[in-house]
T-cell receptor, first 111, second 111 residues
C-alpha cells in the first residue's frame, strides 16, 4: 500500500462549483498536513497547513483532517478559472523531516 | 514572504557534462531540499541539508551530489549528466517544524 494515495483526476468543473480534493494515507505517525497548488511550469505554492485533526478555513479554501480515518480533504468554494492547477497533498510526522507527497490532482475550472 | 530562487528556469546540457543547479533562500532557513518531479512519479527527494556543510541522501541520490557552503545557498550537482536525468528540479527550504517553500523549478533537458 502506498503511503499517500491521491486521485490524479483530471477533474473538470464549471465556474462557481464546490470542489472536493482528497488524500488517504497509511502512516499513523503523520501529524502535519499540507496542500500545495502548482500552476503549469511553476513550483508548488503552499496553500493550507494544518496540524492534527480538524478544519481550517482561509477564504474560499477549507482544509479538513480526519486522523481516525487517515483522510484529508481540501474544499474550494465558488471555484474560479484561476483555481485551475494541480493540487498536491503532503504530510510528515514523527522524527522524520521528510515530506511525503500525493501524486497530485489536476483541476480545470471552466468559465 | 519566503523567497526561494533557482538560478535557471530552463537549461539544456549534453550527456557527460557536469551540471550545477543553484538555489538561494532569503529567510535564514536551516533546512533545504532538492527534488525532481516527473509525470506519473510525483516529487522525489534527491538530497536534504539540515545545516551548513551537512547533508543527507534522499530517496534517489544516485548520480547527484550537493554542496552547502553557506546557509542561504544549496547547490545540486549532476556529476556526469545522462538523458534519464531530464526532469523538472525543485528546490525547497523550511524553518524547523514548518512547511517547505518551493522555488519555481529548473526544467533541465539532457541531450
Amino acid at each position: 500500500q502506498k503511503e499517500v494515495e491521491q486521485d490524479p483526476g483530471p477533474l473538470s468543473v464549471p465556474e462557481g462549483a464546490i470542489v472536493s480534493l482528497n488524500c488517504t494515507y497509511s502512516n499513523s505517525a503523520f501529524q502535519y498536513f499540507m496542500w500545495y497548488r502548482q500552476y503549469s511550469r511553476k513550483g508548488p505554492e503552499l496553500l493550507m497547513y494544518t496540524y492534527s485533526s480538524g478544519n481550517k478555513e482561509d477564504g474560499r479554501f477549507t482544509a479538513q483532517v480526519d486522523k481516525s480515518s487517515k483522510y484529508i480533504s481540501l474544499f474550494i468554494r465558488d471555484s474560479q478559472p484561476s483555481d485551475s492547477a494541480t493540487y498536491l497533498c503532503a504530510m510528515w510526522g514523527g522524527s522524520n523531516y521528510k515530506l511525503t507527497f500525493g501524486k497530485g490532482t489536476l483541476l480545470t475550472v471552466n468559465p | 514572504d519566503v523567497k526561494v530562487t533557482q538560478s535557471s528556469r530552463y537549461l539544456v546540457k549534453r550527456t557527460g557534462e557536469k551540471v550545477f543547479l543553484e538555489c538561494v533562500q532569503d529567510m535564514d532557513h536551516e533546512n533545504m531540499f532538492w527534488y525532481r518531479q516527473d509525470p506519473g512519479l510525483g516529487l522525489r527527494l534527491i538530497y536534504f541539508s539540515y545545516d551548513v556543510k551537512m547533508k543527507e541522501k534522499g530517496d534517489i541520490p544516485e548520480g547527484y551530489s550537493v554542496s552547502r557552503e553557506k546557509k542561504e545557498r544549496f547547490s545540486l550537482i549532476l556529476e556526469s549528466a545522462s538523458t534519464n536525468q531530464t526532469s523538472m528540479y525543485l528546490c525547497a527550504s523550511r524553518d524547523y517544524d514548518q512547511p517547505q517553500h518551493f522555488g519555481d523549478g529548473t526544467r533541465l533537458s539532457i541531450l
